[in-house]
């Protein structure tokens, strides 16, 4: 009797462990914005943004720029977005040493800006900041003398 009282013991266990990591929240979701369309989110709901001065597996922004836009990091990226995929995200280490998350290869940011949820004020600025759009998001190439450049773009 014991050892059938012990197998439901272990049986409850491992049931409520399951249902706890499958109700985890996704780190990144897609969410969508009247004027400004989809685009990535933390588990908060904060803003992701991405900068046209990157190149892809690597972060222009230095000093200065990581006050107003600090990197985004997560050991391991969940989403459960259709709209992305687990080989979207990647990590890089950036030359201060510390780990930023990529987006198909584009750091990710957030904007100090924005306060609460759903803020998306570092959107266009200076030409050069854009929330990342995952529908719209891709790696294009850059001609230049002699050689190619990758480039990201949105739509």
């Given at each position: 009797?014991?050892?059938?009282?012990?197998?439901?013991?272990?049986?409850?266990?491992?049931?409520?462990?399951?249902?706890?990591?499958?109700?985890?929240?996704?780190?990144?979701?897609?969410?969508?914005?009247?004027?400004?369309?989809?685009?990535?989110?933390?588990?908060?709901?904060?803003?992701?943004?991405?900068?046209?001065?990157?190149?892809?597996?690597?972060?222009?922004?230095?000093?200065?720029?990581?006050?107003?836009?600090?990197?985004?990091?997560?050991?391991?990226?969940?989403?459960?977005?259709?709209?992305?995929?687990?080989?979207?995200?990647?990590?890089?280490?950036?030359?201060?040493?510390?780990?930023?998350?990529?987006?198909?290869?584009?750091?990710?940011?957030?904007?100090?800006?924005?306060?609460?949820?759903?803020?998306?004020?570092?959107?266009?600025?200076?030409?050069v900041?854009?929330v990342?759009?995952?529908?719209?998001?891709?790696?294009?190439e850059?001609?230049?003398?002699?050689?190619?450049v990758?480039?990201?773009?949105s739509?």
């Open positions: 009797m014991k050892k059938i009282s012990l197998l439901f013991v272990i049986a409850g266990m491992l049931l409520v462990n399951v249902m706890t990591s499958l109700a985890t929240a996704p780190d990144v979701s897609v969410v969508h914005k009247e004027g400004i369309g989809d685009y990535l989110v933390d588990a908060k709901g904060m803003t992701l943004y991405w900068s046209k001065l990157d190149a892809p597996g690597g972060s222009a922004c230095k000093g200065q720029c990581l006050i107003q836009w600090p990197p985004f990091y997560k050991e391991a990226v969940l989403s459960s977005s259709p709209l992305i995929n687990a080989t979207d995200f990647g990590t890089i280490i950036r030359t201060d040493g510390k780990k930023q998350n990529t987006f198909r290869g584009y750091p990710l940011y957030y904007y100090t800006m924005d306060k609460k949820s759903g803020d998306t004020n570092g959107q266009n600025l200076n030409k900041w854009s990342m759009d995952p529908g719209h998001f891709r790696v294009i850059e001609e230049h003398t002699g050689y190619s990758p480039k990201g773009t739509k």
